[in-house]
């Protein structure tokens, strides 16, 4: 089975919302049937061979939480360098010679290397 290009899927923030809240509430009452229609097309949830209240239930297939660690990298991807750019361009034009500034922006290196260290990502 081919893996979808997360990269050009973008669903709706209902659609979302379908995704994130099926393993709590799981029967079709509670959701639209054409957005259901179109997960299951896209391979994001898939229907269970049971019936609540006369419902079908549905689950979120691992392609479906893919989607979100996929969608989660690549904002942290687009971030991490905006934000360098961004500081890079404060500390160009001197903008850091402001101390509440300076304090401010040190306080948030300091927060981000330290979490950044417990996870292990700088060693």
């Not at 300076?102 to 981000?112: F, K, N, W, Y």
Request: glycine share 4%; hydrophobic share 45%; net charge positive.
């Amino acid at each position: 089975m081919q893996l979808p290009d997360y990269s050009n899927l973008e669903l709706s923030p209902y659609q979302q919302f379908v995704i994130r809240t099926l393993p709590l509430f799981k029967s079709a009452i509670f959701y639209r049937k054409k957005t259901l229609a179109l997960l299951c097309e896209y391979g994001m949830i898939h229907r269970v061979h049971r019936v609540l209240f006369g419902h079908w239930i549905y689950e979120p297939t691992d392609l479906g939480r893919m989607y979100f660690r996929f969608k989660r990298k690549d904002h942290l991807r687009f971030l991490i360098p905006t934000t360098i750019s961004i500081i890079a361009l404060l500390e160009a034009y001197d903008v850091l010679t402001i101390p509440l500034l300076r304090d401010t922006l040190q306080a948030i290196g300091s927060l981000v290397r330290s979490i950044l260290g417990s996870l292990g990502v700088f060693l």
